[in-house]
């Protein structure tokens, strides 16, 4: 009888915890996250900064624009480079580009530098979710990307300088259900799809062929998977400096955030600490901190806080000789910079780990830095990009809800930074942008999320509301649909392989053109409607990673 007591009591409170634990995390993600602020920490990607780091800080800002793109990360950059190579409109298409701190300062210039698609570990719940069908549709969309960015960074002449590069992308599991299970999703994934979309995945569990990659014995088993790597700071950096040379219709401010937006009859007024800007149209690119300025998108984007840093790799993992008793200089494996891995500790998919390397120098004097470069011409020395830190000794779930809703990337958490930290040389956080329903938002912002009218009221056209081809009248002689408010974030930490073609996607909406045969048809369960934003609750968002 003591027993059941026991029982029944131990019960008692460990529900008593779990609701005050989710009321305090409810109250944290339901305000507004605020503006990004200049205190934040230090990414080692963005060292050097980039020369146009600080565009247009100090520069008057126009009093009108034909769109207004709030943030410049990969989603921005890739809306801007869409609307101006796309525009045919008889006056070309004026585009301001606000950020309210450096240029690409957010996630995307904080990532942990992968191109790395879940496909067929979230096979099933797509399939369960939305069909076989738009399953596969997902699938191939995210897997475009892999192909999409390293093309963009050829056109772009930004190849050495990006780092983009096809790698060697596995997942690597410790714990034998969480592998068993892993090579059961695969075998379902492979079964199910067609043959294309099942190729590049493999299973390694030979203990010889694991230790060829010098990982450490606990290292049950590898799923290989499609992947590349990329130094996104100086792919969207070096993308907006193309632009802003090619388009004098585009303009970047930096430190320039946007405080207000207020609907008039013929125009948005785009408020900021310097101005104010008209523009026709409004896209929120800022993903954690769009709600902001969308208070309809609260508890549906959440903030959520991630840490990297960047390790020293060591001779070991970086030279060909034996030891410095050659009296040789070290020079990289043949492999550096060519593999990139996701960690999982435990048997939980919520808790891993993620670590790429960036391309060395070919000959850097030691493991440790210093003043030689890469093909990209920064210094390196093959330096390892290594985040994640949930796991924490199997306390995954209460680190990542202790940073669910934090929108301050200026720290970080004491625990975390000190799981990360080895041949540290920096640490960092960044925000993710989580979706309630797991999906992208992408599209025309109803007026219910906005609380705002759109200007001169064009409810009356066709598609108003919708995300489908909308009139093409404009009062300004530009070829656009008719004014509005567009959103395209909510990756879910996965912007890599959701970002770029969601953003060209939404850039053909407001031009008004039919999608582009290259690119892959944007799936339907990313658009935004009234009636997702509804059934989007983030109740079931911590349902899943609670389990």
């Not at 550096?336 to 391309?359: C, H, I, K, M, W």
Request: net charge negative; with cysteine.
């Amino acid at each position: 009888m003591g027993a059941i007591l026991s029982t029944v009591q131990f019960a008692y409170h460990t529900l008593k915890d779990l609701i005050n634990e989710y009321d305090v995390l409810s109250k944290r993600i339901s305000p507004s996250p605020g503006i990004p602020q200049l205190n934040a920490s230090i990414p080692y990607w963005t060292i050097p900064l980039s020369p146009i780091a600080r565009q247009g800080y100090d520069a008057p800002l126009p009093l009108h624009a034909d769109i207004v793109i709030i943030g410049s990360g990969i989603t921005g950059t890739s809306v801007a480079k869409a609307l101006l190579e796309q525009d045919r409109g008889t006056e070309p298409v004026k585009i301001v580009m606000l950020d309210a701190r450096d240029a690409c300062s957010g996630a995307t210039g904080r990532n942990g530098g992968h191109i790395s698609p879940n496909v067929y570990n979230e096979y099933l719940d797509l399939k369960k979710a939305h069909g076989v069908s738009r399953a596969h549709e997902i699938l191939r969309f995210r897997l475009a990307h892999i192909s999409s960015l390293i093309a963009v960074a050829e056109e772009e002449n930004l190849l050495n300088a990006s780092q983009a590069r096809i790698v060697e992308d596995f997942d690597a599991f410790m714990h034998p259900e969480m592998f068993r299970k892993a090579q059961r999703d695969l075998q379902s994934f492979l079964m199910d799809v067609p043959k294309d979309l099942g190729e590049g995945f493999d299973v390694i569990d030979e203990r010889e062929t694991i230790e060829k990659f010098q990982l450490a014995t606990s290292i049950l088993g590898l799923i290989v998977k499609p992947g590349a790597s990329i130094h996104a700071y100086r792919f969207v950096t070096g993308i907006l400096s193309n632009l802003l040379s090619r388009f004098s219709n585009f303009q970047l401010f930096t430190r320039t955030p946007c405080t207000q937006i207020i609907a008039k009859e013929d125009s948005y007024i785009i408020s900021t600490p310097r101005g104010d800007i008209k523009a026709q149209h409004v896209i929120h690119a800022t993903n954690a901190w769009a709600s902001h300025l969308l208070p309809g998108m609260r508890r549906k984007i959440i903030p959520l806080r991630a840490h990297m840093s960047t390790q020293r790799p060591g001779k070991g993992l970086m030279s060909t000789r034996n030891g410095p008793e050659t009296n040789q200089a070290s020079a990289p494996l043949p492999w550096a910079g060519s593999r990139a891995f996701v960690f999982y500790p435990g048997n939980s998919e919520t808790g891993y780990d993620y670590l790429t390397q960036l391309v060395p120098s070919s000959n850097p004097s030691d493991g440790t830095n210093s003043n030689l470069s890469s093909p990209s011409g920064l210094p390196t020395a093959g330096e390892f990009m290594f985040g994640g830190g949930a796991m924490l000794g199997g306390q995954s779930i209460s680190a990542l809800m202790d940073n669910i809703g934090i929108s301050d990337d200026g720290s970080g958490t004491f625990e975390i930074e000190a799981y990360l930290t080895g041949r540290v040389k920096a640490t960092w956080t960044g925000l993710l942008g989580v979706s309630a329903d797991s999906q992208p938002w992408v599209g025309r912002v109803p007026l219910s999320v906005s609380a705002r009218q759109e200007p001169l009221a064009h409810s009356s056209i066709p598609g108003i509301g919708s995300n489908k081809k909308l009139s093409s009248e404009s009062t300004t002689g530009t070829n656009l649909v008719s004014p509005g408010e567009w959103i395209c974030a909510g990756y879910s930490g996965e912007g890599m392989v959701h970002a770029w073609l969601c953003g060209r996607a939404l850039a053909r909406m407001i031009l008004g053109v039919d999608t582009d045969e290259t690119d892959p048809e944007l799936p339907e369960p990313f658009l935004i409607t009234e009636k997702r934003i509804k059934e989007a609750k983030v109740e079931d968002l911590m349902q899943r990673i609670s389990n």
